[in-house]
């Protein structure tokens, strides 16, 4: 895909993380899962495009988590030639085996399973989302629409 069309996945990815910046809505971040996973054979944006996916399985929206492993370990299983057999076994098994849409503790054990699949995948995270990993679990959300400014905000788009 990088070859046939240049600066095509770049420039993509680079528009996907400027459109689900401070994004609430759970289609559009949904969506932006789907198309990113869609690049991850392309070499040319493939660390960059892991860094993108692996920030999900930590967002705030437990339902964003949940999808973003579920489409995450479907692509690794299409394309498992990418990873070595050692963290192809791995990743998967971290992604089958937390409970990604837990609230609280469950949060804490998402944060970790994201952590060992960022470690397997030699992925950085940014230092914005490391920091977000100190904070209280309680600060997240049940659910995107449990907050009527949530709402709100949504219906304004």
């Not at 949904?30 to 930590?58: P, R």
Request: charge should be negative; glycine fraction near 4%; include cysteine.
């Amino acid at each position: 895909m990088a070859n046939e069309h240049g600066e095509f996945a770049p420039s993509l990815l680079s528009h996907l993380k400027f459109e689900v910046r401070g994004c609430n809505s759970v289609p559009r971040l949904m969506a932006s899962i789907d198309v990113g996973l869609a690049l991850i054979s392309c070499k040319k944006v493939q660390h960059e495009l892991l860094t993108f996916i692996v920030s999900f399985l930590g967002h705030k929206f437990p339902r964003i988590r949940r999808y973003t492993a579920e489409q995450f370990y479907a692509r690794i299983v299409e394309e498992e030639d990418l990873y070595s057999q050692e963290n192809y076994i791995q990743c998967t098994n971290i992604l089958l085996q937390v409970k990604w849409e837990e609230n609280h503790d469950g949060a804490q054990q998402a944060h970790s399973g994201r952590e060992q699949i960022a470690r397997l995948l030699s992925v950085q995270l940014p230092k914005s989302i490391q920091m977000n990993n100190s904070r209280d679990s309680s600060e997240f959300n049940t659910d995107e629409f449990s907050s009527y400014q949530s709402l709100v905000q949504d219906a304004g788009r």
